[in-house]
């Protein structure tokens, strides 16, 4: 079965304290590779998109990339405003709809 | 311009009774989703819509329905409600991007 597996689960940080999470993805023929933040009690919003191997973005203290079986989201200095879920989700050639794993919680602390 | 609107915000049901999440789109995206989000669970697709009068299952669809008859609204009926769909469900929509706009959520508790 395709799946969308992010690790760690959760993750502590302390302000500054730079570091990177993990997707990766078993699915063949992928569309779109996506980055969602969420914060409690939110929807979750978007922040990138990526389509190929070699690909990265950013945003901010925000860099995602990807490789031809996972992504990476790279958080540089981060600031206690970060804490925050971040998902992961692909789009498949053959899909409609995205498919999401179950999120790494980050905390920043002061 | 709101997005994706969904209401309620929050409801509590007894079992076996029924109810309607509303989900708006003003972005005149074709495709429409519903989702479930249960802690450390990740998002579980529940039902979808390519257009007006298109729907389909996805990964969770029992006890759940749908319908789209228009392209802005695609609301979720839950016939007889059971504890297991106490959970937050989000609405969602997707246009010529590939990437979805989620509502705020609606937070469903069934005692």
């Known amino acids: 079965e395709d799946q969308v597996t992010q690790s760690p689960e959760a993750l502590r940080l302390q302000e500054g304290e730079s570091s990177s999470l993990n997707c990766s993805y078993t699915v063949s023929g992928l569309r779109g590779l996506f980055w969602y933040r969420q914060d409690p009690g939110k929807g979750p919003e978007f922040l990138f998109t990526l389509y190929s191997a070699g690909e990265e973005k950013e945003k901010e203290r925000l860099k995602a990339t990807l490789t031809k079986k996972e992504s990476f989201l790279h958080i540089t200095a981060p600031k206690p405003e970060d804490s925050a879920t971040y998902l992961c989700?692909?789009?498949?050639?053959?899909?409609?709809?995205?498919?999401f794993g179950k999120g790494t919680s980050l905390l920043v602390t002061p | 311009n709101a997005g994706v609107t969904q209401t309620p915000k929050f409801r509590i049901l007894k079992i076996g009774q029924s109810m309607t999440l509303q989900c708006t789109q003003d972005?005149?995206?074709?495709?429409m989703y519903w989702y479930r989000q249960d802690p450390g669970m990740g998002l579980k697709l529940i039902y979808y819509?390519?257009?007006?009068?298109?729907?389909d299952k996805g990964e969770v669809p029992n006890g759940y329905n749908v319908s789209r008859s228009t392209t802005e609204d695609f609301p979720l009926r839950l016939e007889l409600a059971a504890p297991s769909q106490t959970s937050v469900y989000f609405c969602?929509?997707?246009?010529?991007?590939?990437?979805?706009?989620f509502g705020q959520g609606t937070r469903l508790t069934v005692v």
């Open positions: 819509s390519v257009g007006a009068g298109i729907t």
């Open positions: 989700a692909d789009l498949r050639n053959s899909g409609y709809a995205l498919n």
């Open positions: 972005m005149n995206h074709n495709y």
């Open positions: 969602a929509t997707r246009g010529g991007g590939t990437e979805a706009f």
